[in-house]
């Protein structure tokens, strides 16, 4: 079906007058009647490339013919061909030819470029991962910084209340030591009568009740002495 005219502008068939050229070839713009063109021959071109692909030079192109074309550059440069619009095919034969000689670059720069994306990729998951640390190890010194201030006020607040208590005793052991040199200096000014002793001895008690020197000389008042008090007061 080459001519002068191009891959798809056919022969007279003798008597008819139509052009009708051969089917597996024909643009489909020439079903409706549309004279030959670039296009046309780009589109023939087209599906003699899918045939060589394929290794079947009489195999029509149909729904599907994608899957017989593994590689994905051939797939695009014939969706180039057989665009059934034909503005949207590419303007010339040379064109399809300067494609398919660069073929070899294309693969390699589409090469370099999914690498390129892999090392975006895998720089976005360091960073990721970076910030992901340095993210848990503020908080886990945020934590420690809590956990430590947590612990200095409860040490403050055992410094506090054991401060406390022995300010108490304190003031317990002086008020203990003032009645006992009260008593010390009665007992030396003059022999204290039981009536005088035993409240002295009661209040050294109450300040320290396990005192037994106290208690001993508190059970000595009472049996020297004839002064009767209730137990229960004692």
């Known amino acids: 079906d080459f001519t002068i005219g191009g891959f798809t502008k056919t022969l007279t068939d003798s008597g008819s007058g139509t052009n009708t050229g051969s089917h597996v070839f024909m643009a489909p713009e020439y079903l409706v009647g549309r004279p030959p063109s670039v296009q046309g021959d780009v589109y023939a071109l087209g599906v003699i490339l899918y045939q060589l692909i394929k290794g079947d030079l009489s195999s029509p192109l149909g729904t599907g013919w994608e899957r017989d074309v593994p590689d994905a550059f051939l797939r695009q440069d014939l969706k180039s061909c057989l665009d059934k ?20 670059e294309r693969r390699r720069l589409a090469q370099r470029q999914r690498w390129g994306q892999r090392i975006r990729f895998a720089g976005i998951g360091v960073a990721a991962a970076c910030f992901v640390g340095l993210a848990s190890l503020y908080y886990l010194q945020k934590a420690d910084t809590e956990r430590e201030r947590k612990r200095l006020v409860n040490q403050q607040r055992i410094s506090n209340t054991l401060r406390g208590l022995n300010d108490q005793l304190e003031a317990k052991d002086r008020e203990f030591r003032q009645t006992v040199s009260l008593f010390i200096m009665r007992s030396a000014q003059k022999q204290p009568s039981a009536a005088e002793e035993v409240p002295l001895l009661l209040q050294a008690l109450r300040v320290d009740p396990s005192n037994h020197l106290v208690k001993g000389r508190l059970l000595g008042a009472l049996l020297e002495s004839s002064f009767a008090r209730p137990l229960y007061e004692l």
């Open 85 to 104: 619009d034909p503005e949207r095919r590419l303007a010339s034969a040379d064109e399809l030819a300067d494609r398919l000689e660069a073929l070899p």
